[in-house]
């Protein structure tokens, strides 16, 4: 059993009582709410009298169900202007603090958290979306509930939970060029599967995630629910301090040398003790491309796509065999064959400034070789909030994405679940840089994804095909600074 | 509130690994502020064409309709945390879900809705399932008393499978405290006492 570790730590710090049941009442530090997940569990506290117990730990915002074309009011989908109305509603009703439209703070909630400061060490955070494991990048315990549960961390601002095991990830060494955090999450998964997280807190230590930005943490833990992790994080160090410094809700004057003195002692300790430790070396990682229908299905962009008839097991193989049919891919293939008709820059993975500057870096070197977009592949680039989309373009970068012609959006999920106007049509294939390939998700039933990260569609974009990043020298990957 | 010891029906076998919650509910069905239709939407692009015409998917059956417990395989429920997969699976008629493994999320939201998630090993699910499609007629019994599941087609054919489920969520449904909001909302004290103790998302230090 884990001993001494950054999780055991926040366990322990946050357990309130032993339920009749043998689980564990946990405290939950940061609640977080967006429009989809909870108008249901709003609905189920007035029914039974209830309030929000800590509407002070309480954040919400919307972004699923936002257009990201034009976000005037009414919005032209009836059903979603009612989901808008809701959570209006329910944020008065309750108290509820609420970034929307005008608060300018409005965006991806896993982007926000972080962007205001409300993400802090040591804390435990909850939210209704599977990739609150994002905020694991700061040393939290940050994992996905569903609605029910979000009733109940409304209600008394606890869950019943437990206890998880934890499986340090370890990987040393330097990425090698045009290797980005989003690479190193689908090597993780393609290696130990997209279940091989069940149970599991994953702890990403050693040189690669000690040297990458907090940015490029957060795309890593994000991407940690696709193992099945239900939570992965990193542990604090001078980098989130310093990410974290003068941000709107960070401990401030006295208080942030109380918190950082706090936040230093989380660490897991030299002699921390894991359920398990598996050890990658940075060297082995190229840049990745999925071509299946889950995050496990990747490969090299220089390899070819895998023989099913080498697979052993006889679940993984009908799984790759169903993704051959939905993908109408051959074994055999090399990336490079494959021509996309979308490409998609975003999501609460890689919708930060250092995934659009990365992006922008390749549409700017494109530009300079005198090419753009390839006329048969629709380019759109969406910041993950409001205040990543004005320091943006206080870059210059959505300049840089037009004259290489990619549209520039407003803020919002988008095309990564598909529950808004940007959807696949037909059997159109996308290089996304979202977390999930999996069928339908993009919004058409025969809809294709390919997962990448941000530079590589952005690539892609231009040469109307998945290509190699590594073409193009100017790459900021985010994973050193 | 209930408790849940015994599930009785006949079983829907859903064959293949890794189904994800956006195959079980597609997120265009998340756009509905309640769950009261979900019971529609269970498995929906792989049970209807893009113009309404059925697909042939176990949900689609006649034999299947009214089935009460599901046979599934490795990391069932995986992907996204929507609750409204195990709702759109409870309001179709799904009281127990069988599989050789769950996702962590999806596991969670069944036993908030009173519905046992429970684990198979991979022989006896293939046996299970099997049985399923050659006799979809044959009643199926998860005893969560005995962590067993019975189920038997024709005199002195029946079936006994081990299953197993974390030990508190057991209990939870056997008990009949799977609805956690009482148990946790009795202990505020205790709540407000480690509230203090801790620091607030304001950056306060306790």
Redesign the interface.
């Known amino acids: 059993m884990a001993k001494n570790t950054l999780y055991n730590k926040i366990w322990d ?2 357990a ?2 032993m ?5 564990t ?1 946990l ?1 939950i ?2 609640h977080l709410v967006h429009e ?2 909870s ?2 569990a709003f ?1 189920m506290l007035r029914e ?1 009298g ?1 309030k929000v ?2 509407p ?2 309480t ?1 919400a915002t919307m972004d ?2 936002v257009p990201t074309k034009s976000q005037k009011r009414p919005f032209t ?1 009836s ?2 202007e ?2 808008m109305q ?1 959570i209006e509603r329910n944020t008065k009703a309750f108290g509820v603090n609420f970034f929307d439209f005008a608060s300018g703070k409005q965006g991806v909630v896993h982007i926000i958290g972080p962007e205001l ?2 993400t ?1 060490p ?2 435990t955070i909850a939210c ?3 990739h ?1 494991s994002t905020h694991g990048a700061f040393g939290t315990l940050a ?7 979000v ?2 961390v409304l ?6 939970m ?1 206890p998880m095991k934890v499986r340090k990830v370890e990987i040393n060494g330097k990425l090698n060029a045009g290797v980005t955090p989003k690479d190193v999450s689908l090597y993780i998964i393609g290696k130990l599967g ?2 091989g997280g ?2 599991y807190a994953y702890e990403y230590s050693g040189d690669v995630f000690r040297d990458m930005t907090m940015e490029g943490r957060m795309t890593v833990c994000n991407m940690a629910i696709e193992g ?1 992790a ?1 939570a992965g994080y990193c542990n604090p160090d001078e980098t989130t301090f310093a990410y974290l410094k003068g941000r709107e ?4 004057g006295s ?2 040398e ?2 950082v003195g ?1 936040w230093k002692a989380l660490a897991s300790d030299a002699d921390a003790q894991y359920d398990d430790v598996i050890r990658f070396n940075a060297a082995d990682i190229e840049p990745m491309i999925t071509w299946g229908v ?1 995050p496990g299905q990747s490969v090299g962009v220089l390899e070819s796509l895998p023989d099913p008839e080498k697979i052993a097991d006889e ?2 193989k ?2 790759v065999l ?1 993704a051959y049919r939905h993908m109408k891919l051959k074994p055999g293939q090399k990336p490079s064959d494959i021509a996309i008709n979308v490409a998609f820059i975003g999501s609460c993975t890689n919708g930060r400034i250092e995934d659009l500057r990365a992006a922008a870096s390749i549409a700017r070197a494109a530009t300079e070789l005198g090419q753009k977009v390839d006329p048969r592949v629709q380019a759109f680039v969406v910041p993950g909030s409001m205040q990543v989309r004005k320091a943006a373009m206080e870059e210059g970068l959505d300049k840089v994405f037009l004259a290489a012609g990619f549209e520039w959006r407003e803020a919002g999920c988008s095309m990564c ?3 808004n106007p940007d959807q696949l049509k037909g059997d159109q294939i996308s290089a996304s840089s979202s977390n ?1 390939n ?4 993009q ?1 058409s ?1 025969t809809g294709r994804t390919l997962l990448m990260s941000p530079a590589m569609v952005a690539a892609a974009a231009i040469a109307g095909h998945v290509t190699d990043v590594r073409q193009y020298t100017s790459v900021t990957t985010g994973a050193a600074q | 509130m209930s408790r849940v010891t015994t599930i009785t029906g006949r079983a829907v076998p859903v064959v293949g690994d890794d189904i994800d919650t956006d195959r079980i509910i597609p997120a265009r069905y998340l756009k509905e502020i309640t769950f009261s239709r979900m019971g529609e939407y269970p498995f929906y692009d792989e049970r209807f064409a893009p113009d309404g015409t059925k697909k042939d998917h176990p949900f689609n059956r006649a034999e299947y309709q009214g089935a009460a417990i599901l046979l599934g395989n490795v990391n069932f429920g995986c992907g996204s945390s929507r609750e409204h997969a195990p709702q759109a699976l409870v309001r179709w008629g799904i009281k127990a879900v069988v599989a050789e493994s769950f996702a962590e999320i999806f596991a969670g939201n069944c036993v908030m809705l009173g519905t046992p998630a429970v684990v198979a090993s991979k022989e006896d699910l293939s046996a299970l399932q099997k049985l399923a499609i050659e006799h979809p007629g044959t009643e199926f019994v998860v005893n969560l008393d005995k962590m067993e599941i019975h189920a038997g087609h024709g005199a002195g054919q029946t079936m006994v499978v081990k299953v197993s489920m974390p030990p508190s969520r057991r209990n939870a449904l056997v008990n009949g405290t799977w609805d956690s909001t009482a148990l946790l909302v009795a202990n505020s004290a205790l709540v407000a006492a480690k509230a203090a103790q801790l620091p607030h998302p304001n950056g306060r230090q306790a």
Do not use: N
């Not at chain 1, 994992?143 to 549960?149: N, W």
């Open positions: 710090a946050h309130v009582a339920l009749p049941t043998g689980q009442q405290f530090g940061l989809v997940t108008p249901q609905d039974r209830l117990a800590y002070d730990r954040f699923h169900i989908d059903e979603a009612l989901m809701a400061g409300l802090q040591g804390m209704g979306d599977s609150t994992f996905g509930i569903g609605t029910s549960q009733r109940d209600a008394s601002q606890c869950l019943c437990d997209v279940k069940i149970g099945g239900r809700h960070a401990p401030k208080d942030w109380v918190a706090r889950t679940g993984e009908q799984s169903l679940l598909a529950m999930r999996f069928i339908g998700r919004g039933p």
